[in-house]
């Protein structure tokens, strides 16, 4: 094969691989324009989970934003969980930020393939000499122009292990950004559940305040009628008097702390702070399904969360990764063996021009033996081991949280549960009382305190009942994300 044939061979070569490697018609300033626009994969670095939708823990079909509810969050009235929840994997920005660690990850993994692959480069320069010699007898001028052209394969044949540790290294740290992108998505869930219910409780209570203040207004208007007829007091008017004035002082109270959660659970969301957004914004009644038992031990609860939940899944990752990083400091000491291949035409690059046309080809294998760096790779290794101890201390660290996580989730589910049958014993003891009372007030059997204070409890009472409620499925929520085992069916409530 001749010289040129070969040049021409080794530059079709690698245009062909810079083409695979992503090049693109597109110019550097497009790119920088429009940097959301999807580059090739030709070493097939991307994961499938980011082609397709992700499925949560206990779901029958993948979780996908919901485009009506997330494009139109803001003629939103009518709040459930599941819309809540539902915003806030579309929008909340930690969500967002973990799916772009993948992606930031999966390039890692592309460039860990890559390293197995040849490298050329081909150049062209154009180089014009001239000579005069002012003192010479005659005029003597020469110039010559030559063009210069090289084109130059690499190939790492052997490298003792560090570039498959290196891969490996990578392929972990994908793994762990694949997991704790499920730990961010549990994590999420848990917040919006638990500032969701919070609501709840705080709607409860406002809910209560205005009954019990429109009950006040009620024992007024009996009280103001009964002096009227002269077989009342003008005393217990003024009590009832009071009792309203604090009844719609605590609802003023009442509505302010509502609607603080639910500006609370609009940022959790991740949605623009809008007041009237945030006003016009109402609850559904989502507390009611006491139905549902905490089946599971803590024993059970706790295996369930140390063998799958997320967080430990992404810690473990991390662990191999240092692991793996620490092979490749110390394949750094050892010998590597290279592939090169270089043609050269009219001379190599950086040099003076040849008084002759030149055709060079150079083949070689090149042996290189690291033997003394100044004991730098020495620390390099060091600090290596110390980030496998970080790792592991993370690991034990990350592990003894979640668990003391599902533990008070636990506790806090299993006396939630006993609660609901109390708290309605209450109301309807308390709701008993109030009629009884109220009955024989209107015969002047009773006087204004007893009806007042019963007409409050009452109001505890009820206040207490859609809190116990509220705290019960709140509880068990948090329970299944404490243990990274959360969906959309059970925020939902599906069976």
């Known amino acids: 094969m001749s010289v040129n044939a070969m040049f021409r061979r080794l530059v079709n070569?690698?245009?062909?691989?810079?083409?695979?490697?992503?090049?693109?018609?597109?110019?550097?300033?497009?790119?920088?324009?429009?940097?959301?626009?999807?580059?090739?994969?030709?070493?097939?670095?991307?994961?499938?989970?980011?082609?397709?939708?992700?499925?949560?823990?206990?779901?029958?079909?993948?979780?996908?934003?919901?485009?009506?509810?997330?494009?139109?969050?803001?003629?939103?009235?009518?709040?459930?969980?599941?819309?809540?929840?539902?915003?806030?994997?579309?929008?909340?920005?930690?969500?967002?930020?973990?799916?772009?660690?993948?992606k930031v990850q999966t390039a890692l993994v592309g460039e860990s393939r890559a390293a197995y692959l040849p490298t050329i480069n081909a150049g062209i320069s154009r180089l014009h000499q001239k000579s005069e010699y002012p003192e010479s007898r005659f005029t003597v001028n020469t110039e010559r122009t030559n063009d210069s052209k090289y084109v130059t394969l690499t190939w790492r044949l052997l490298d003792f292990g560090g570039r498959n540790a290196n891969r490996r290294s990578a392929y972990a740290l994908l793994e762990a950004a694949l997991a704790s992108h499920d730990a961010v998505l549990q994590k999420t869930m848990a917040n919006v559940i638990g500032y969701y219910f919070d609501a709840q409780t705080a709607k409860a209570s406002r809910e209560a305040k205005e009954k019990n203040a429109a009950l006040a207004l009620q024992t007024l208007q009996t009280t103001?009628?009964?002096?009227?007829?002269?077989?009342?007091?003008?005393?217990?008017?003024?009590?009832?008097?009071?009792?309203?004035?604090?009844?719609?002082?605590?609802?003023?109270?009442?509505?302010?702390?509502?609607?603080?959660?639910?500006?609370?659970?609009?940022?959790?969301?991740?949605?623009?702070?809008?007041?009237?957004?945030?006003?016009?914004?109402?609850?559904?009644?989502?507390?009611?399904?006491?139905?549902?038992?905490?089946?599971?031990?803590?024993?059970?609860?706790?295996?369930?969360?140390?063998?799958?939940?997320?967080?430990?899944?992404?810690?473990?990752a991390q662990l191999q990764s240092v692991k793996e990083k620490l092979t490749v400091v110390r394949s750094e000491g050892l010998p590597t063996l290279d592939f090169t291949n270089s043609l050269y035409i009219n001379g190599r690059p950086n040099q003076g021009l040849t008084a002759t046309q030149t055709h060079e080809s150079v083949i070689g294998l090149t042996m290189n033996f690291p033997l003394f760096d100044g004991f730098g790779r020495t620390y390099?290794?060091?600090?290596?081991?110390?980030?496998?101890?970080?790792?592991?201390?993370?690991?034990?660290?990350?592990?003894?949280?979640?668990?003391?996580?599902?533990?008070?989730?636990?506790?806090?589910?299993?006396?939630?549960?006993?609660?609901?049958?109390?708290?309605?014993?209450?109301?309807?003891?308390?709701?008993?009382?109030?009629?009884?009372?109220?009955?024989?007030?209107?015969?002047?059997?009773?006087?204004?305190?007893?009806?007042?204070?019963?007409?409050?409890?009452?109001?505890?009472?009820?206040?207490?009942?859609?809190?116990?409620?509220?705290?019960?499925?709140?509880?068990?929520l948090r329970l299944l994300a404490a243990a990274g085992a959360v969906g959309l069916k059970e925020v939902r409530g599906e069976n």
């Open 380 to 476: 390099k290794v060091r600090g290596a081991q110390a980030q496998i101890e970080l790792k592991e201390a993370e690991l034990r660290d990350t592990q003894n949280q979640l668990l003391s996580e599902v533990v008070k989730a636990h506790a806090d589910a299993i006396a939630a549960l006993r609660n609901i049958d109390g708290s309605k014993q209450l109301t309807q003891a308390a709701q008993d009382a109030q009629d009884n009372v109220r009955r024989k007030y209107d015969r002047g059997l009773v006087d204004i305190l007893e009806m007042l204070s019963v007409q409050m409890a009452l109001a505890d009472a009820m206040q207490e009942r859609v809190r116990t409620l509220s705290e019960w499925r709140s509880a068990r």
């Open 224 to 316: 103001q009628k009964r002096e009227a007829q002269g077989i009342g007091p003008q005393s217990d008017t003024l009590q009832a008097k009071t009792a309203l004035a604090k009844a719609e002082l605590d609802t003023s109270r009442a509505v302010g702390a509502y609607e603080k959660s639910v500006a609370v659970l609009v940022l959790v969301m991740g949605l623009p702070a809008q007041s009237a957004e945030t006003q016009n914004l109402m609850l559904a009644q989502d507390y009611a399904d006491a139905e549902n038992t905490v089946r599971q031990d803590l024993a059970t609860w706790l295996t369930l969360a140390r063998d799958q939940h997320p967080s430990l899944l992404a810690a473990r």
């Open 13 to 102: 070569v690698g245009l062909i691989m810079w083409i695979a490697a992503g090049s693109s018609p597109v110019s550097a300033r497009d790119w920088a324009e429009n940097w959301s626009t999807p580059l090739p994969d030709p070493l097939l670095a991307r994961p499938p989970q980011l082609d397709s939708d992700k499925i949560l823990p206990g779901d029958p079909e993948p979780y996908f934003c919901n485009d009506s509810i997330a494009s139109n969050h803001a003629d939103l009235t009518l709040l459930t969980l599941s819309d809540a929840v539902d915003l806030a994997l579309c929008h909340n920005p930690q969500v967002q930020s973990a799916l772009a660690a993948i």
